[in-house]
Each structure stands twice: as structure tokens, then as C-alpha cells.
């Protein structure tokens, strides 16, 4: 048996948990789990506005069976463009290639979709509402979870609990009590879903676009059934300021960028705007399991990242297919769970590095900063450098000739196809065999930078790393 643990937090860090709790759930079940959702908010509807998927969690939505439907509620993406506030593109991607890259396109839709399709697949009997987890423990044997419910406290005995309660999560705090916790990441958000009836004379590309200012920074993105939505719209600022700021705020911040970002701003409704402050864990964990090995921490509980690469919902379906085929292969629950962690967290943590920089980059204010990043990006129209999936667990079958080949940080990348080697007959003719070794790996980068520049190696070394961030971020 297994127990997720819902808690306290903000509303986005809620709206979170909420479908990493259902994707883990949804995949234990499949592998033959009873399990039993414990939920803090009284009631279990949707909320949000539109979420991103990747190549690498569609992936994993074929896994635990919501593939189909994903695809039949979602619109499938892959053309995706990074734009100045006056509208000069910077980089431009298409269908084709990410389908060629990765095998199948991203999608995106609305968050209240992808919970329906996340809570019509767990048994409506394994969720109790209403539940606000308060603290887990375990031993070698088992776990336990105290709870309190609408009937007052509660206990409960399981075989693994599985805390998927957010950035702000209680029961993180509870087993690593050293661990400083979430840090600020320096910027505000803003969110919001543009209804279809205001959207077609909003004439938004077809495509995931995001738009970089001095310090703000504006996405949007196509939904199904004409919807419109504008994924963040970014300020660096304190944490907590600006809290009152309504759209006609968020219109003079923007007041003279590109078509449609003020068009959108005005077609919102106001009752959907949401504001947040971004969290991450700075300060990785030193695991993601308990000291007992029955309880572990999946999703933002373990790897809070920032939104700029978008890969946290990603990352937590990743962690629920993981932890399901970890379960499935070994009927010693700590010892699934040190499997787990091992082939999750150095691809995590170094995700949460990775974002954490981008946005900091992606955030730069002043103007010579600015103008250097906006460089840093290979020359519209290319091809961006070529890399391997860093995809542990969903992949697909690979092709004859290839091998899967461990890395130092615990991943598993897609090797190239390999010709048998000869052995090497010295002239004493007694056989002495060479190791085998892959080809070297050759990148050709296409890269513009200002008229008159001289790189140094360091600085084509940021052009072709920044470059690659954007295109990681959105695959």
C-alpha cells in the first residue's frame, strides 16, 4: 500500500502537487499498488490555466496509459520562437524538427485537462479529501502517516509513502530538518488564459513564443479550442512586492512591445490573472528518500526548479514512472526506492542548476547585459546543436546497434550504433583484445554576434551554452 501526502502551500505550489500526486498514483496502480490519495483542500477541482508538455512527459503520459487521451485534448506544438520586446526574432524552431530529434511533438493544453485525464484514471475510492498531512516516519518494516481530517487526527500504517506536497513541502522539512528549504528566485510571475471568444482577433502565432525585455520577460502559447495562454509574464522584483498590481499594471510594464502581448493583456479576464513568486530548492537535497527507505519525495518536494525551462511538471511525470518501475522490479520496498534515487537525482538536481541560470541570464536588466544576451543564441533559421536525450526511463525502443551506456551522474543516454572490433593479433599471434570506444561526437554551431566583435573561447563557449539552454528548456 502507499499513501501520497498532500500539505500546505500557495496556490500554484497546490495546483502542482496536485497532478504529481495523481501521475504517481496513476502509475503505481498500473503496476499493481493499492493506493490512497490524501488530499488537504476540501474539495478536488481543477485549477490553474495551461501547462507545457515535452517530448520526455508525453513520453511518460504513454506510459501509465493517458497517452491517447492527451493527444485528443491537447494541440500539439513544436514550433517555438525566442523574440526582443520590439518583435526582432532571435531564434526560431519547427514541428519537424522536434518530432525528428525526439519522436514525438509537445502538447499543450489546459491545466483542469490534464487533471480530469490524471483523477478519471485513479479510483475515485483510493482519494480522501479534506486530509492535511502533518508528518511521516518509518522503520525498516513500514511507514506512517499522521494526518488531520475532517473527523479530527488520524494515523495510518503503509509499506511506502510517497510525498508529492510541493515546493513548500511539510514533509520534506520533517525528514531533512538541516535543509534550509526554498530560496526566492529573484522574479515574479504572472499568468493568464485568454478565452476563445477574445483570441481569433488576437491572431497569436502558432507557436510557443517567449519574449525577452530588460528584466521581464513574456510567453505565450496556443491552446486547443482557441485559447490563448500567456504562460508567464516576469518582473525581477522583491519577494512579496508588487502583490496588489492589476492588468493595467502589467500594460504599462509592457507598453510598446511586439503584437499580441498588449492585446493580450487587455483580453484577459480579470479574475484569472495569477501572480506568483518563484521558488527553488538552491540547495540540493542530499537525497530523496527517508533514512528508513519507505518514504520518498517526488516532484517539486525534491527538485523545486524555476519555470524558465519549463520541465517541473515534466520532471515530476518522469520521477512517478520511475518510482512505479523501481517498485515493480524489486519487492524490497528500500531497495526500490535507493534505485530510484539514484537514477533521479543527479538528472534533477542538475536541471535545477541548469534553470536557475537561465533565468538569471534570462533576467538581466541592464542594457549592455541585455544586449549580450540577446546574442547568445545560434543564427535564426539553423539547426541548434544536435545533443543525446537525457532521458533515464521513457525512451523509446532503441534501434539495432545501440546500447544504453551508464554515466558518472547516474543517468542513461542513447549510445551510438557501434561496429563490432576486430581483435588485434600482435605477431606472436596471441589474441590481444582492444576496447571498445565510441566515435567522438563532432557539433558544428552556427552562431551571430554584433558587427565588429572578436570572441574569445569563453565567450563563443556562452553563445553556443545559452543557445542550447533555450532549445533544452522548450524539449
Known amino acids: ?17 496536485r497532478h504529481r500526486g495523481l501521475a504517481a498514483a496513476q502509475a503505481l496502480t498500473q503496476t499493481g499498488w493499492q493506493v490512497t490519495l490524501l488530499e488537504q483542500a476540501p474539495e478536488f477541482g481543477p485549477v490553474g490555466a495551461g501547462i507545457t508538455l515535452a517530448p520526455n512527459a ?4 504513454d506510459q501509465i496509459g493517458l497517452g491517447e487521451q492527451l493527444r485528443a485534448r491537447g494541440m500539439a506544438h513544436g514550433a517555438a520562437g525566442l523574440r526582443t520586446a520590439s518583435g526582432r526574432w532571435l531564434l526560431r524552431t519547427s514541428v519537424e524538427e522536434l518530432e525528428q530529434r525526439f519522436g514525438v511533438p509537445a502538447f499543450a493544453l489546459h491545466r483542469a485537462d490534464l487533471h480530469r485525464m490524471l483523477a478519471d484514471a485513479v479510483p475515485a475510492a483510493s482519494l480522501r479529501i479534506g486530509h492535511r498531512v502533518t508528518s511521516a516516519s518509518d522503520d525498516r518494516d513500514q511507514a506512517t502517516v499522521a494526518w488531520q481530517g475532517p473527523g479530527g487526527p488520524g494515523t495510518a500504517s503503509a509499506d511506502l509513502v510517497v510525498a508529492a506536497d510541493g515546493v513548500h513541502s511539510r514533509l520534506r522539512a520533517g525528514l531533512f530538518p538541516e535543509h534550509p528549504g526554498p530560496a526566492y528566485a529573484g522574479y515574479v510571475t504572472w499568468r493568464g488564459l485568454v478565452p476563445a471568444q477574445a ?24 491552446l486547443a479550442g482557441g485559447q490563448v495562454y500567456w ?21 504599462a510594464r509592457h507598453r510598446g512591445w511586439h503584437a499580441p502581448i498588449p492585446q493580450l493583456l487587455q483580453a484577459i479576464p480579470l479574475p484569472a490573472l495569477l501572480r506568483h513568486d518563484i521558488y527553488h530548492l538552491d540547495t540540493p537535497l542530499p537525497r530523496y528518500v527517508s533514512g528508513g527507505g519507505r518514504v520518498v519525495l517526488l516532484g517539486d518536494a525534491a527538485h523545486a526548479l524555476t519555470p524558465d525551462l519549463r520541465q517541473g511538471a515534466r520532471l515530476a511525470l518522469e520521477d512517478a514512472v520511475t518510482l512505479a518501475a523501481s517498485a515493480n522490479r524489486q519487492a524490497d520496498v528500500p531497495a526500490a526506492l535507493a534505485a530510484y534515487d539514484q537514477a533521479r537525482r543527479a538528472r534533477t538536481q542538475r536541471l535545477v542548476r541548469v534553470s536557475a541560470q537561465f533565468g538569471r541570464i534570462a533576467q538581466w536588466q541592464g542594457p549592455l547585459a541585455a544586449r549580450l544576451r540577446d546574442a547568445c543564441r545560434p543564427h535564426p533559421g539553423r539547426r541548434l546543436p544536435a545533443r543525446q536525450r537525457r532521458d533515464p526511463v521513457v525512451e523509446p525502443a532503441r534501434s539495432p546497434g545501440t546500447r544504453p551506456t551508464g554515466t558518472p ?19 606472436s599471434g596471441a589474441p590481444k583484445l582492444r576496447r571498445q570506444t565510441r566515435p567522438a561526437r563532432t557539433t558544428t554551431r552556427t552562431v551571430a554576434t554584433p558587427a565588429g566583435w572578436k570572441r574569445s573561447t569563453a565567450q563563443s563557449n556562452l553563445i553556443a551554452r545559452c543557445g542550447r539552454r533555450v532549445w533544452h528548456g522548450y524539449a
Open 58 to 61: 508525453v513520453r511518460a503520459l
Open 231 to 251: 504562460w508567464y509574464a516576469t518582473a525581477s522584483l522583491p519577494e512579496g512586492a508588487h502583490a496588489d498590481d492589476h492588468l493595467a499594471d502589467l500594460g
Open 199 to 222: 483570441a481569433p482577433a488576437l491572431r497569436p502565432a502558432p507557436a510557443v513564443t517567449e519574449t525577452w525585455g530588460r528584466g521581464k520577460r513574456f510567453g505565450i502559447v496556443p
Open 1 to 17: 500500500m502507499t499513501w501520497e501526502g498532500g500539505c500546505d502551500g500557495q496556490d500554484r505550489d497546490r495546483r502542482r502537487r
Open 409 to 427: 551522474d547516474g543517468d542513461t543516454r542513447q549510445a551510438a550504433s557501434l561496429a563490432p572490433t576486430a581483435p588485434v593479433v600482435p605477431a
